[in-house]
């Protein structure tokens, strides 16, 4: 067989080409699936769905570096001219489901690829030694959640063209009985020749709109709406009330950094600018820490348990700094999961007026609060997590 195209034919470059990538599409859409149905309770399942997501992932890269070798290659072959021009809808449906598997092919793994990128944390790596970010992706967490859905509703779309594609191939061989399958499967001497056709523009620019139109109207599929956690309230605060901030955790999950932010937390803040003493109340709400794809896991009974142990504290006297310039502290105790431990959080803070910013962090061992006791060593969660805030008070 040779390996260009003909006019009746697929040569068997292109041949290759279509059926690696069919079997390797429909492997990724089987290992995420799967990958996902995993359960995630103790440390020995966490790891076997780290490991399912890596070969998902590695299948996925190898369908985009196939795609886009394929798209290179039908770029110099000639395409196999229709069987039957005439039967327009007919030409019109099986080219719009070509262009739009054309678009799929590239556009889920790519998708999944830049949710790889920007999910803060090092989860489940590509089996490959070239990296594993895409260059000019920031880490973003909302990035990831929206391509997120988008993947997940992608793959629907992916599969249902797929569906269709096929029933067009089989309709070929079994209803109509025409040699279309021979052009891509069977010996492509049993191809028929097709007749000479004259296409309009128009006819092949459709079905490429129609493609685009089924991906763009995929992109818009809204996404179920989950209760966004209420950002930092400020709290009545006896002296200073927080307007704005952020809090949040950063603790190595399977040897990379993964960080997260709490959506929900309160903090009373007592300080008399003069003497640089004062009092720091802070109360967290568990459920509203979102930690890339473990968060779950994380508020779940072997990690934080939020369900058991809704809030943690943080309470503590603002120390002055010993000399100026240097950071305060705030030294007291810290309750996470129901076990108190003393602790010491140094902050820098700037007062301007009547506005105060103040950003510190600490780390503490999870193993102090009794949190993934069933983790005993450091190659799924490390044992030091950082605990960092960034706030602007007012005073009131
Ligand atoms: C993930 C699965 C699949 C993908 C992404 C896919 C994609 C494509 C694309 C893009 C073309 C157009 C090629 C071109 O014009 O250069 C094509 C052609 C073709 N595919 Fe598939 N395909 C898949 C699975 C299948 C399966 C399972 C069958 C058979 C049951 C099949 C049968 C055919 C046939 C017969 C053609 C040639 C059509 C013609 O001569 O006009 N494909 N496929
Ligand atoms: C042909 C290519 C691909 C297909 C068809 C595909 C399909 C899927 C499917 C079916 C799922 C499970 C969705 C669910 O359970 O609702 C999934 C999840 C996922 N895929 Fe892919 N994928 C592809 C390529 C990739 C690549 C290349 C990467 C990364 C390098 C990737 C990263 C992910 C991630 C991170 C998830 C989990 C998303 C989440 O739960 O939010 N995928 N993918």
Redesign the pocket.
Same mark, same amino acid.
């Given at each position: 067989m040779i390996a260009g195209?003909t006019n009746r034919?697929?040569g068997w470059v292109?041949r290759l080409f279509?059926?690696s990538?069919?079997? /390797? !599409?429909?492997g990724a859409i089987g290992l995420g699936l799967y990958s996902n149905s995993l359960p995630t309770g103790t440390e020995a399942q966490l790891q076997s769905v780290f490991a399912a997501f890596s070969w998902h992932k590695t299948v996925g890269v190898t369908v985009l570096t196939l795609a886009v070798l394929r798209i290179v290659w039908?770029l110099t072959?000639p395409?196999?001219r229709?069987?039957h021009p005439t039967r327009r809808l007919e030409l019109f449906l099986?080219e719009a489901?070509?262009?739009a598997?054309?678009i799929?092919?590239v556009i889920m793994p790519v998708t999944g690829w830049i949710i790889h990128s920007a999910a803060p944390g090092g989860f489940s790596r590509i089996l490959w030694p070239f990296g594993q970010h895409l260059p000019l992706i920031p880490e973003n967490a909302d990035l990831a959640k929206a391509l997120g859905h988008f993947h997940e509703t992608g793959w629907w779309v992916?599969a249902g /063209? !797929?569906v269709l594609?096929?029933a067009?191939?089989?309709k070929?061989?079994l209803i109509d009985r025409d040699g279309?399958?021979?052009?891509?499967?069977g010996p492509a001497h049993r191809?028929p020749e097709p007749p000479a056709s004259q296409a309009s523009p128009l006819s092949h620019l459709l079905p490429i709109l129609a493609a685009l139109a089924i991906w763009a109207g995929t992109a818009l599929i809204p996404a179920e709406q989950t209760e966004e956690p209420v950002a930092t309230a400020a709290q009545p605060a006896s002296g200073w009330a927080v307007q704005q901030g952020t809090l949040g955790i950063e603790v190595a999950q399977g040897g990379a950094p993964i960080s997260g932010q709490f959506g929900s937390w309160q903090a009373a803040i007592d300080y008399d600018p003069t003497a640089k003493t004062g009092h720091v109340a802070v109360s967290i709400d568990i459920a509203s820490l979102t930690l890339g794809a473990v968060s779950d896991n994380a508020k779940g009974p072997d990690f934080l348990n939020a369900p058991a142990f809704p809030t943690a504290k943080f309470a503590g006297d603002i120390l002055p700094p010993a000399t100026e310039g240097i950071p305060h502290i705030a030294r007291g105790s810290l309750t996470i999961a129901g076990q108190t431990v003393p602790a010491e959080l140094p902050f820098s803070l700037e007062i301007s007026g009547s506005v105060a910013k103040a950003q510190g962090e600490m780390t503490v061992d999870r193993r102090d609060f009794g949190i993934g006791a069933g983790y005993g060593d450091e190659s799924t969660v490390g044992f030091p997590v950082t605990i960092r805030f960034d706030l602007t008070a007012t005073q009131q």
């Amino acid at each position: 067989m040779i390996a260009g195209n003909t006019n009746r034919a697929y040569g068997w470059v292109a041949r290759l080409f279509h059926w690696s990538v069919a079997a /390797l !599409i429909l492997g990724a859409i089987g290992l995420g699936l799967y990958s996902n149905s995993l359960p995630t309770g103790t440390e020995a399942q966490l790891q076997s769905v780290f490991a399912a997501f890596s070969w998902h992932k590695t299948v996925g890269v190898t369908v985009l570096t196939l795609a886009v070798l394929r798209i290179v290659w039908t770029l110099t072959q000639p395409k196999p001219r229709p069987l039957h021009p005439t039967r327009r809808l007919e030409l019109f449906l099986a080219e719009a489901v070509h262009w739009a598997l054309w678009i799929g092919m590239v556009i889920m793994p790519v998708t999944g690829w830049i949710i790889h990128s920007a999910a803060p944390g090092g989860f489940s790596r590509i089996l490959w030694p070239f990296g594993q970010h895409l260059p000019l992706i920031p880490e973003n967490a909302d990035l990831a959640k929206a391509l997120g859905h988008f993947h997940e509703t992608g793959w629907w779309v992916l599969a249902g /063209l !797929i569906v269709l594609h096929v029933a067009g191939a089989l309709k070929h061989a079994l209803i109509d009985r025409d040699g279309t399958l021979s052009r891509m499967a069977g010996p492509a001497h049993r191809a028929p020749e097709p007749p000479a056709s004259q296409a309009s523009p128009l006819s092949h620019l459709l079905p490429i709109l129609a493609a685009l139109a089924i991906w763009a109207g995929t992109a818009l599929i809204p996404a179920e709406q989950t209760e966004e956690p209420v950002a930092t309230a400020a709290q009545p605060a006896s002296g200073w009330a927080v307007q704005q901030g952020t809090l949040g955790i950063e603790v190595a999950q399977g040897g990379a950094p993964i960080s997260g932010q709490f959506g929900s937390w309160q903090a009373a803040i007592d300080y008399d600018p003069t003497a640089k003493t004062g009092h720091v109340a802070v109360s967290i709400d568990i459920a509203s820490l979102t930690l890339g794809a473990v968060s779950d896991n994380a508020k779940g009974p072997d990690f934080l348990n939020a369900p058991a142990f809704p809030t943690a504290k943080f309470a503590g006297d603002i120390l002055p700094p010993a000399t100026e310039g240097i950071p305060h502290i705030a030294r007291g105790s810290l309750t996470i999961a129901g076990q108190t431990v003393p602790a010491e959080l140094p902050f820098s803070l700037e007062i301007s007026g009547s506005v105060a910013k103040a950003q510190g962090e600490m780390t503490v061992d999870r193993r102090d609060f009794g949190i993934g006791a069933g983790y005993g060593d450091e190659s799924t969660v490390g044992f030091p997590v950082t605990i960092r805030f960034d706030l602007t008070a007012t005073q009131q």
